[in-house]
């Protein structure tokens, strides 16, 4: 595993039950902000899903991922269903209530941040 998966799965264990965090923003928390096709390549080589939930990252409007490597959207849907996420339709979570706002990222900036706009999303 390297050094870029590692720091992806360190963020992914700290997002909370019941909240998500997009693959731009777990980008953005380790330092790579282009890269959240690679979050997602990093998540797919997850070695503990029972322990890292890389079922709380989700697309940027909150869609879940419909090719879920670990079973499917359904499987993901429940998982966060079962932590009390919920969704506005199908596949899409309510982001205005479940998105995860870190206290503070890896290099210390303030909790305050507008994660959407910081993240272009």
Wanted: charged letters at 30%; aromatic letters at 8%.
């Amino acid at each position: 595993m390297g050094n870029f998966t590692e720091r992806v799965l360190d963020v992914v264990k700290d997002i909370p039950e019941g909240k998500v965090a997009t693959y731009g923003q777990v980008a953005r928390l380790v330092g790579a902000p282009r890269s959240a096709r690679y979050v997602g390549y990093s998540l797919r080589a997850n070695p503990e899903p029972e322990v890292i939930p890389c079922h709380r990252v989700v697309f940027k409007d909150g869609k879940i991922c419909e090719g879920y490597a670990f079973g499917g959207s359904d499987i993901q849907r429940k998982l966060l269903e079962d932590e009390g996420v919920t969704f506005v339709d199908d596949l899409h979570i309510d982001m205005d209530i479940h998105l995860w706002q870190p206290e503070a990222d890896r290099e210390g900036r303030p909790a305050d941040i507008d994660w959407e706009k910081e993240m272009g999303e």
